[in-house]
């Protein structure tokens, strides 16, 4: 179908009070590229081909290739199931990448895969969908932080990153994007732990909301209309899913402060609060020279209540190597005793015959997770994940970090501090989520690795060096060669040139 097919016909329509989400639309519906920084264009480009090594890895696994037998092949006729295929595959593992706020990519570059490959769409275009799908949702997401939902199991990013992804490519009219965009909102999924812990229904969550998101635009094309103020309304979006409502993140800074470069990237799977203890563990693997497991008298890893609390989440549902893959990812014991064996953590070490070998749980029951009280305070004060939404919260903040503190910490708003105002831009944005992996030989030995932002996080280091990395993601996960060569040139690429080298990026 066109873009002039999809027009809104001719009619009354009546589109309620103007809310946060009817500015963000007007934004969005009328952004360009070469209104956005470069370096934040480089950045989309790198998650692209981050995502696209997500996706290859996804769909070489088992359930993968049964997601595959139930919705069909990536890049079908279906344009709106090749969305929901690249979706759910992309956010197996937790290898899709973080911002501030949300796990965007299984949406916001999915979904533009998919419109991009249909519609023939040029590289600039592309680009442009991401940019403008990242910057609304993770908008959505950031004022929903204080709440019940982060990460993976906040599924309303999805909503919203399916929405613009697909309008953006579409180039619809200001007032589909409104109308798409509030009805999608109105029904937000709600995780069930239970499921996305243990389950393989985790890897329905993501095309779910991206169904509701493809039927909430073809909706809107034809005319339906939405609640122009459903996120911020009482009976709406935030009164459900934030504890601390921030309406205000929605709009702060569109057009200057942008969320794509706060970016980090996923190098190896697993829930992001385990990110340093991995690397620290690959880096202790080239230095300790030779020894085995019983060797081991004790691995104390010490981290932030973010790595506790996912830890704490996963820990009903641990059984050795029968662990289903939803809890081994937010655990900490079993990826730290892979890497420090290994030197890496891959996807294949959550399957047999990997999972299987006993050295590894011999070593894993050996870890013992601590609280380190000054890296939470290193977390809270950093800026990606809650650090801004504090900001933004100010003292209205203050009951919120109490309970997410629980007993771990007896006063959790005297250990944050004042944060000082909101960003003004995310230029210097960082995502510390710090880390200390020592090792405790029966001989007295010790080995010690603390890293505060791991690599791929968002901070001096990656901002320099994000294309390298992304690059070795993709090629680590099978992607051809001349595909990655090609990526520098993305926003150069003319229709006729994007839709093959994206089937090539993903053919096995």
Same mark, same amino acid.
């Given at each position: 179908m066109?873009?002039?097919?999809?027009?809104?016909?001719?009619?009354?329509?009546?589109?309620?009070?103007?809310?946060?989400?009817?500015?963000?639309?007007?934004?969005?519906?009328?952004?360009?590229?070469?209104?956005?920084p470069?370096?934040?264009?480089?950045f989309?480009?790198?998650?692209?081909?981050?995502?696209?090594?997500?996706?290859?890895?996804?769909?070489?696994?088992?359930?993968?290739?049964?997601l595959?037998?139930?919705?069909g092949?990536?890049?079908?006729?279906?344009?709106?199931?090749?969305?929901?295929?690249?979706?759910?595959?992309?956010?197996?593992?937790?290898l899709?990448?973080?911002?501030?706020?949300g796990?965007?990519?299984?949406?916001?570059?999915?979904?533009?895969?998919?419109?991009?490959?249909?519609?023939?769409?040029?590289?600039?275009?592309?680009?442009?969908?991401?940019?403008?799908?990242?910057e609304?949702?993770?908008?959505?997401?950031?004022?929903?932080?204080?709440?019940?939902?982060?990460?993976?199991?906040?599924?309303?990013?999805?909503?919203?990153?399916?929405?613009?992804?697909?309008?953006?490519?579409e180039?619809?009219?200001?007032?589909?994007?409104?109308?798409?965009?509030?009805?999608?909102?109105?029904?937000?999924?709600?995780?069930?732990?239970?499921?996305?812990?243990?389950?393989?229904?985790?890897?329905?969550?993501?095309?779910?909301?991206?169904?509701?998101?493809?039927?909430a635009c073809?909706?809107?094309?034809?005319?339906?209309?939405?609640?122009?103020?459903i996120?911020?309304?009482?009976?709406?979006?935030?009164?459900?899913?934030?504890?601390?409502?921030?309406?205000?993140?929605?709009t702060?800074?569109?057009?200057?402060?942008? /969320?794509? =470069?706060?970016l980090?990237?996923? #190098?190896?799977? &697993?829930?992001?609060g385990?990110?340093? %203890? !991995?690397?620290? @563990?690959?880096?202790?693997?080239?230095?300790?020279?030779?020894?085995?497991?019983?060797?081991?008298?004790?691995?104390?890893?010490?981290?932030?209540?973010?790595?506790?609390?996912?830890?704490?989440?996963?820990?009903?549902?641990l059984?050795?190597?029968?662990?289903?893959i939803?809890a081994?990812?937010?655990?900490?014991?079993?990826?730290?005793?892979?890497?420090?064996?290994?030197?890496r953590?891959a996807i294949?070490?959550?399957?047999?015959p990997?999972?299987?070998r006993s050295?590894?749980?011999?070593?894993?029951?050996?870890?013992?997770?601590v /609280?380190? =009280?000054?890296?939470t305070?290193? #977390?809270?004060? &950093?800026?990606?994940?809650?650090?801004? %939404? !504090?900001?933004? @919260?100010?003292r209205?903040?203050?009951?919120?970090?109490?309970?997410?503190?629980?007993?771990?910490?007896?006063?959790?708003?005297?250990?944050?501090?004042?944060?000082?105002?909101?960003?003004?831009?995310?230029?210097?944005?960082?995502?510390?989520?710090?880390?200390?992996?020592?090792?405790?030989?029966?001989?007295?030995?010790?080995?010690?690795r603390?890293?505060?932002?791991?690599?791929?996080?968002?901070?001096?280091?990656?901002?320099?060096?994000?294309?390298?990395?992304?690059t070795n993601?993709?090629?680590?996960?099978?992607?051809?060669?001349?595909?990655? =060569?090609?990526?520098?040139?993305?926003?150069?690429?003319?229709p006729?040139?994007?839709?093959?080298?994206?089937?090539? @990026?993903?053919?096995?």
């Open positions: 066109t873009t002039e097919d999809r027009r809104i016909p001719a009619g009354p329509t009546d589109p309620g009070p103007r809310g946060v989400l009817e500015e963000l639309a007007d934004w969005a519906s009328t952004m360009r590229l070469e209104t956005v470069q370096r934040v264009v480089e989309a480009a790198s998650q692209i081909l981050s995502q696209l090594a997500a996706i290859r890895i996804g769909l070489r696994q088992k359930e993968g290739r049964r595959v037998g139930a919705l092949a990536p890049f079908q006729r279906d344009t709106a199931q090749s969305a929901r295929i690249l979706a759910g595959v992309g956010a197996w593992l937790n899709d990448d973080t911002a501030y706020a796990h965007l990519a299984p949406s916001t570059v999915a979904v533009p895969l998919a419109f991009a490959h249909a519609l023939r769409l040029s590289g600039h275009d592309l680009l442009r969908s991401v940019i403008v799908a990242n609304c949702a993770s908008r959505i997401t950031a004022s929903a932080t204080l709440g019940p939902f982060r990460g993976q199991t906040a599924l309303h990013t999805h909503l919203v990153g399916a929405v613009a992804g697909r309008l953006a490519g180039n619809a009219p200001r007032e589909q994007w409104r109308n798409a965009l509030s009805l999608a909102l109105s029904a937000p999924p709600w995780t069930l732990m239970r499921g996305f812990v243990t389950s393989d229904a985790r890897l329905l969550h993501v095309p779910a909301a991206v169904r509701m998101a493809m039927d073809d909706a809107a094309a034809a005319g339906l209309t939405g609640a122009g103020d996120v911020e309304h009482p009976d709406g979006f935030l009164a459900k899913f934030a504890t601390v409502p921030l309406p205000e993140a929605v702060a800074g569109l057009g200057h402060r942008w /969320h794509t =470069e706060t980090s990237f996923k #190098l190896h799977p &697993g829930g992001p385990i990110d340093a %203890a !991995i690397d620290c @563990a690959a880096e202790l693997h080239s230095t300790m020279g030779d020894w085995t497991p019983d060797d081991v008298r004790e691995i104390v890893v010490e981290g932030s209540l973010y790595t506790v609390f996912a830890a704490r989440k996963a820990q009903p549902y059984d050795g190597p029968r662990t289903p939803g081994m990812v937010l655990t900490t014991p079993y990826p730290v005793a892979t890497a420090l064996l290994t030197g953590l294949e070490d959550f399957y047999p990997a999972l299987d050295e590894r749980w011999t070593l894993a029951s050996k870890v013992r997770l /609280h380190n =009280e000054s890296m305070k290193t #977390l809270m004060t &950093g800026d990606a994940p809650v650090g801004e %939404a !504090i900001r933004q @919260a100010g209205r903040s203050a009951q919120w970090l109490r309970d997410f503190g629980g007993g771990d910490v007896a006063d959790m708003p005297a250990l944050v501090g004042e944060l000082g105002p909101p960003l003004e831009d995310f230029t210097q944005a960082v995502k510390p989520t710090p880390a200390r992996v020592e090792v405790h030989m029966h001989d007295g030995r010790r080995f010690s603390e890293l505060s932002i791991p690599h791929g996080g968002i901070g001096p280091d990656l901002r320099g060096r994000h294309r390298a990395l992304v993601k993709f090629l680590a996960a099978g992607g051809p060669q001349d595909v990655a =060569e090609r990526w520098s040139s993305l926003e150069r690429l003319r006729e040139d994007l839709a093959p080298l994206l089937e090539k @990026a993903l053919a096995d």
